[in-house]
């Protein structure tokens, strides 16, 4: 599944990566802290309902069950704020 520019936006995303069956793609906004978060142009509370920093984000997805395989910067790199593009694989049960 990719989900680029969509977790942040879902308020129960655990019931749809319950179907995910071994691959995750999201690239989304990361934050340093909460002060980052509310200086940020991401900052949309009647948008966003997840606001991330990159140990958060890895730690939401392990409790998916999914591991953190890659990750990478290159949509800052290219002029985009602030964003961070993960692969998560499924953990096998």
Known sequence: ???WD????IP??????????EWLFVSLPI???????????????????W???????VYAMKQCGFELVAESTFETDLGREDIGT????????
């Open 1 to 3: 599944m990719t989900l």
């Open 6 to 9: 969509v977790l942040e936006h």
């Open 12 to 21: 129960n995303y655990q019931l749809l990566l319950a179907n995910v069956r």
């Open 31 to 49: 934050f340093r802290d909460a002060e980052h978060v509310l200086r940020s142009k991401h900052f949309r509370p009647t948008e966003h309902c």
């Open 51 to 57: 606001y991330f920093t990159r140990d958060g984000l």
């Open 86 to 93: 993960f692969a998560f694989q499924r953990v096998a049960q």
